[in-house]
């Protein structure tokens, strides 16, 4: 079945970085376009990024847009969020799954587990 494993999350300090992780299985990753999303306490999960499925074209949400890179790795079946000078605001759990082709800040198939990002002011 689809596993979707992130990591790479922690506490971090305004104007920090971290680097997320998505490692997958069960499917044919190098076929599908990723996405990475987001969800902030009481609120609903919001699109951030998504990468096609060569690497060649990405999307960006309009409040990461400069300061987020999303990349990926087909031979390690891995997607990655390169977060730059974070914000108390981009404070959340992370979560990667694939996207639809047509609509590639939506989503489709099962979530993993997440990986919480903590930004202090």
């Known amino acids: 079945q689809v596993q979707l494993v992130e990591s790479g999350g922690g506490l971090v300090q305004a104007g920090g970085s971290l680097r997320l992780s998505c490692t997958t299985s069960?499917?044919?990753?190098?076929?599908?376009?990723m996405g990475w999303f987001r969800q902030a306490p009481g609120k609903e999960r919001e699109f951030v990024a998504a990468i096609t499925w060569s690497g060649g074209g990405t999307v960006y949400a309009d409040s990461v847009k400069g300061r987020f890179t999303i990349s990926r790795d087909n031979a390690k079946n891995t997607v990655y969020l390169q977060m730059n000078s974070l914000k108390p605001e981009d404070t959340a759990v992370y979560y990667c799954?694939?996207?639809?082709?047509?609509?590639?800040?939506?989503?489709?198939?099962?979530w993993g587990q997440g990986t919480q990002v903590t930004v202090s002011s």
């Open positions: 069960g499917f044919t990753f190098s076929s599908y376009p």
């Open positions: 799954n694939r996207v639809k082709i047509s609509v590639m800040t939506t989503a489709f198939g099962s």
